[in-house]
């Protein structure tokens, strides 16, 4: 099994539609997640941290569930300029200390 | 602006040649690393380092070599380049070296290279 998994897609979504994605990990032990967006052709770039107790950030709404280790990502009233692959990425702690592993994303068209 | 800066964007190399990137970063930040992206795998760490003179090895170090002699610049250096090191190699750093959720990993715009 993979430390981090998300489902690939490619999610495709008209304008205004609500899309989630979900994201396991296999680290019990581990302590901070984060989703990154990234372009295509360009670097990741921090979209949101995740917290415990769920976070909201415009249209985004990131929530953590640790008993069945997964995170997800919620996107409301999708946009064009929303196109883009979500990494989802996740701090844990291992024998050689903390390791922070990253997903293979998955990958949001939005669509006229 | 300040940020992260790779060099150089694109580069072609024969199998075993060698070469450095450069990475460079102004904003004082104490942890610095070097990923590789695949298509169909997640970013991995090649080489990390925590501050000036500390380097580390990351899941996939062979081929590759790291120096952190001031606070802003770690270069990687390939030695003996492969086929198998084609691919998008990312600079990232972050303010101090644990993740937590207000430190998180600023990248460089990232060096595609393609080996021959």
């Known amino acids: 099994r993979k430390e981090v998994e998300q489902d690939p897609g490619p999610f495709n979504v008209p304008e205004g539609a609500t899309v989630a994605f979900n994201c396991t990990y296999s680290?019990?032990?581990?302590?901070?997640f984060f989703w990154y967006r990234q372009d295509c052709r360009k670097e990741p770039k921090l979209l949101m941290s995740?917290?415990?107790s769920g976070n909201e950030d415009g249209r985004f709404t990131a929530q953590l569930n640790r008993a069945s280790q997964y995170i997800s990502l919620l996107i409301r009233d999708s946009k064009l300029s929303d196109s883009a692959t979500y990494l989802c990425?996740?701090?844990?702690?291992?024998?050689?200390?903390?390791?922070?592993?990253f997903g293979t994303g998955t990958q949001l068209k939005v669509e006229l | 602006n300040a940020g992260v800066t790779q060099t150089p964007k694109f580069q072609v190399l024969k199998t075993g040649q060698s070469m450095t990137l450069q990475c460079a970063q102004d904003m004082n930040h104490e942890y610095m690393s070097w990923y590789r992206q695949d298509p169909g795998m997640g970013l991995r760490l090649i080489h990390y380092s925590v501050g000036a003179g500390i380097t580390d090895q990351g899941e996939v170090p062979n081929g590759y070599n790291v120096s952190r002699s001031t606070t802003e610049d770690f270069p990687l250096r390939l030695l003996s380049a492969a086929p198998s090191q084609t691919s998008v190699y990312f600079c990232?750093?972050?303010?101090?070296?644990?993740?937590?959720?207000?430190?998180?990993?600023?990248f460089g715009a990232g060096s595609r290279l393609t080996v021959l």
């Open positions: 990425v996740v701090n844990g702690l291992t024998g050689g200390g903390n390791k922070l592993t």
């Open positions: 680290n019990s032990a581990s302590q901070s």
């Open positions: 995740v917290y415990s």
């Open positions: 990232a750093s972050r303010i101090q070296v644990l993740p937590t959720g207000a430190n998180v990993l600023t």
